[in-house]
């Protein structure tokens, strides 16, 4: 199949690395399901179920069989409830996730020192150069596979390639337990019929915006020039204009873990509902662990501040073993403690922070002293 001729004047490729992108499959629910072979088979979905809840909350993840209700993360699990009313439900159970992320690490480990962790389950290696002196870097991605079904019993997917952007887009090509390799000579054919929606970083909105511009996959994408896509997009337009070419320089930063800041935010119209907390706790989520990734710092004690529309302000804390790792883990502690909370006031601010700091550089080996994490409460009363 032809896709048309290549500029002359396009930016030049680094190909020289070879990068892998290692994503589990369903992980949480996976887990959960290899602690507990009956739930083989059944719908699985990993979250507090509605009905002790009074309603709240939403999913971590489902397994594939829940998958195919419709069931996503970030739904709320009474929506989950109602598309999959036999259901298991089951609360996250971070403890154990860490530590088979752990494990999973140290499989990483034998092949590289080049590790850049983006969450529990999914991680990038550069594998240019490797401690078992392996050319191929699809042999690799082979045997960490194997390594990770045997030792865990789980079962991840794997995406090769020269660069990071590619090789994550690799690994959601063929899940579960699936393995796509991106080569120099096929990264444009491969770039150029993939939907728009799938290019990592266009949200919803940008997609309507795209669809407007009559971009519908990246051929269409690559057919833009520089400009027109700033003009329109502003910083995200020029790296979409590097990528849809197969360009993404950025390298793979060896494995740092952070630690931690408070964001807060006033809301001028009250929350009232609980799609409108959901969706504040996950975007202040989401800032408070770009700070701690660029102070890079770390800790271990999540704090929720709630002020209500009386000004009646509360505080609310757990602490951990082992320090929170990213922006999906804290967001769903800080909705585990809004949740126990369940008062039906409007909101007027919300406020997470990270406390307990450490560097990161400083970081220690963690031991498995506590089989569980401890909660505590603090109650306090302010006005403004």
């Not at 609360?91 to 590289?112: G, Q």
Request: glycine letters at 6%; aromatic letters at 10%; hydrophobic letters at 35%.
């Amino acid at each position: 199949m032809k896709y048309g001729i290549l500029r002359f004047d396009e930016p030049k490729r680094d190909t020289s690395r070879k990068v892998i992108h290692i994503d589990m499959d369903a992980f949480y629910a996976s887990v959960e399901m290899r602690e507990n072979p009956s739930l083989k088979g059944k719908p699985v979905i990993i979250a507090r179920h509605p009905k002790e809840t009074g309603g709240k909350g939403v999913v971590a993840t489902a397994n594939y069989e829940a998958r195919t209700y419709g069931i996503h993360s970030a739904m709320s699990a009474q929506k989950a409830f109602e598309l999959c009313p036999q259901g298991v439900f089951i609360p996250a159970n971070f403890t154990l996730y860490r530590e088979v992320s752990e494990h999973m690490h140290r499989i990483f480990k034998r092949y590289t020192d080049r590790i850049q962790p983006l969450s529990l389950d999914e991680a990038y290696l550069d594998v240019t150069e490797n401690f078992i002196n392996q050319k191929s870097a699809t042999i690799i991605a082979r045997q960490i596979q194997e390594d990770i079904n045997r030792e865990l019993n789980l079962t991840c997917s794997a995406g090769v390639s020269y660069n990071k952007f590619l090789a994550k887009l690799a690994s959601d090509y063929k899940k579960p337990n699936g393995i796509t390799v991106i080569p120099p000579d096929k990264a444009q054919e491969f770039l150029w019929e993939m939907p728009i929606e799938a290019f990592h970083g266009v949200g919803e909105k940008s997609v309507e915006k795209m669809h407007g511009m009559a971009i519908f996959n990246g051929r269409d994408l690559y057919e833009k020039d520089e400009l027109t896509l700033v003009q329109a997009f502003g910083k995200m337009g020029h790296s979409l204009y590097q990528k849809v070419r197969g360009i993404d320089d950025s390298e793979v930063k060896n494995d740092r873990e952070p630690k931690s800041v408070g964001k807060e935010t006033t809301f001028s119209e009250h929350l009232t509902t609980e799609n409108e907390v959901v969706q504040s706790l996950r975007s202040l989520a989401q800032k408070v662990m770009i700070n701690l990734k660029r102070k890079q710092k770390h800790g271990k004690i999540v704090v929720l501040k709630i002020r209500y529309e009386d000004f009646e302000t509360y505080t609310r804390r757990k602490s951990f073993p082992d320090y929170i790792r990213d922006e999906e883990e804290l967001f769903q502690v800080a909705l585990s403690i809004w949740e126990e909370e369940n008062d039906s006031r409007g909101i007027r601010l919300l406020g997470i922070t990270v406390t307990g700091l450490e560097s990161v550089i400083y970081e220690t080996i963690p031991l498995p002293l506590w089989k569980e994490s401890y909660s505590e409460r603090n109650k306090s009363k302010h006005e403004d």
